[in-house]
């Protein structure tokens, strides 16, 4: 089975959080995506998939609630700033006063 890639392992985990997606969603489709790649060279798609592994049997187990799984698995995701800088153009109407 081929892996998903980080950024499919981060956009699935971003539907979830946003509520696109369901818990019981996101399991469903990372249970079947991630099976088997522990046993995978050490990547970063490997290091995420356990940490969201270890917070779902955390869930699974009674040892955290559905709210701290998301805090948790949001925690997991980079910090991205979306500042865009400032432009100025010359304006494309130009009025006069009579």
């Known amino acids: 089975?081929?892996?998903p890639t980080l950024q499919e392992l981060?956009?699935?985990l971003?539907?979830?959080l946003t509520g696109n997606s369901s818990l019981s969603e996101f399991r469903?489709?990372?249970?079947?995506?991630?099976?088997g790649i522990a046993a995978e060279s050490d990547s970063l798609v490997r290091d995420l998939a356990g940490e969201i592994e270890l917070r779902l049997a955390e869930f699974t187990n009674g040892h955290l609630s559905e709210n701290e799984v998301?805090?948790?698995l949001k925690n997991l995701l980079p910090e991205v700033d979306f500042q865009l800088p400032v432009t100025y153009r010359e304006p494309l109407v130009e009025m006069k006063l009579s």
């Open 1 to 3: 089975m081929i892996e």
């Open 10 to 12: 981060q956009s699935r």
């Open 14 to 16: 971003v539907d979830y």
């Open 28 to 35: 469903d489709w990372f249970d079947l995506e991630t099976w």
């Open 70 to 72: 998301r805090r948790h």
